[in-house]
């Protein structure tokens, strides 16, 4: 394969780039010490701050129309900002995030650099010099890995795969301008608002209280928020919830959701589908709350309560506070003798 490099699509959120962004800088440099080449980033809205943040992160070179108008995901217009970077830096292939902006991106981008595209990978990497990707299949059952003919290949990569690169405020990189016309845009954001509630993002949050078809309906939730606020967390749930109505999509985790790795995953009246622990089986722990001793989810969780949640959950919630109490005692004890 020539060395033609990598690039990354970056994402922003809160001005800053997200952590499957990130992420994807990181599997880019390790993919280059064998393919060659630069790591490319691409980023619309990017100022001069945020084009050294990446390179920081790993990008040798950022492209960006610096438009703070393109913060926002706009199809078209980040559509195009990709197709001009990627014809500039010819790269061999586009990594994505597989995130709700990334999954419309990259088949439009695919499309117009009339290139393949493999969605919801799990894994990149080369086999004899050739480029190939995995991803799960059949509700999350089974794996496939790919390989395609096309000079580009675009992907979609899931949060938690990799290892983001480590921070370094020595590297230095190029920023290239993309020419871009502002009265292009045609829709501009009025006014957004959070649907899931909480200020962590459920891709970022170190803790997910998760609730699937066993909370009975709505109500549920409102009893795992309780506990999700106790533990600075976010609130996530299954796709059957999500299909009832009872939490907004956003809030869905799986295979057709959103992918979270964070360090304490509680899963609360969910079965353990392969398509719901295609997006959270990476958790450094699990933890299963279920009435049913025979679900699925205690071959995944690391730790299980087999229970009622209305019981269980308040039950945890006191236990947290005497904790935490107990421990504030002892330092004030400890401040004391001092």
């Known amino acids: 394969m020539s060395a033609r490099g990598v690039m990354v699509v970056a994402e ?21 010490t064998e393919i060659g080449g630069p790591v490319c980033a691409v980023c619309p809205a990017a100022d001069d701050t ?35 970077a990627a014809r500039a830096a010819d790269p061999a292939v586009v990594l994505v995030g597989h995130t709700t902006s990334g999954a419309d991106l990259a088949p439009r981008l695919a499309f117009r650099m009339e290139a393949a595209a493999a969605t919801g990978c799990v894994g990149v990497g080369l086999d004899a010099g050739v480029l190939r990707f995995t991803r799960p299949c059949y509700g999350g059952n089974v794996r496939e890995t790919v390989s395609f003919n096309t000079q580009l290949a675009v992907a979609t990569v899931r949060g938690g795969c990799y ?9 230095r990189g190029d920023a290239v301008k993309i020419p871009f016309d502002r009265t ?10 959070r649907e899931s509630g909480g200020d962590v ?20 939730f409102e009893v795992l928020a309780r506990l999700a606020r106790e533990l600075r967390g976010a609130l996530g749930a299954s796709r059957v919830p999500c299909d009832l109505g009872w939490c907004p999509h956003s809030m869905q985790i799986g295979l057709t959701g959103k992918t979270v790795t964070p360090e304490l995953y509680i899963a ?9 622990m295609a997006g959270c089986g990476n958790a450094r722990t699990i933890i299963a709350i279920n009435t049913d001793p025979e679900a699925a989810i205690y071959k995944e969780a690391h730790w299980g309560v087999v229970g009622d949640y209305r ?28």
């Open 268 to 276: 609360v009246g969910i079965s353990g589908a392969g398509h719901h």
């Open 311 to 338: 019981k269980v959950i308040p039950s945890l919630i006191e236990a947290i506070r005497a904790l935490r109490a107990s421990e504030a005692k002892n330092n004030q004890a400890a401040d004391t003798r001092r």
């Open 12 to 32: 922003l959120a809160a001005g800053k780039p997200t952590s499957v962004s990130r992420e994807l800088l990181g599997l880019a440099r390790e993919l280059v």
């Open 201 to 220: 993002r459920l891709e970022d949050a170190r803790v997910v209280i998760a609730g699937g078809r066993g909370l009975d309906g709505p109500k549920g």
């Open 163 to 171: 290892n983001a690169f480590p921070r370094d405020e020595r590297r």
């Open 184 to 193: 292009a845009l045609r829709a501009r954001v009025i006014e957004r608002q």
């Open 50 to 84: 945020l084009a050294a943040d990446l390179v920081a992160h790993g990008a040798d070179r950022v492209y960006t129309a610096d438009e703070p108008a393109l913060a926002d995901y706009d199809s078209d217009a980040w559509t195009t900002c990709a197709a001009w």
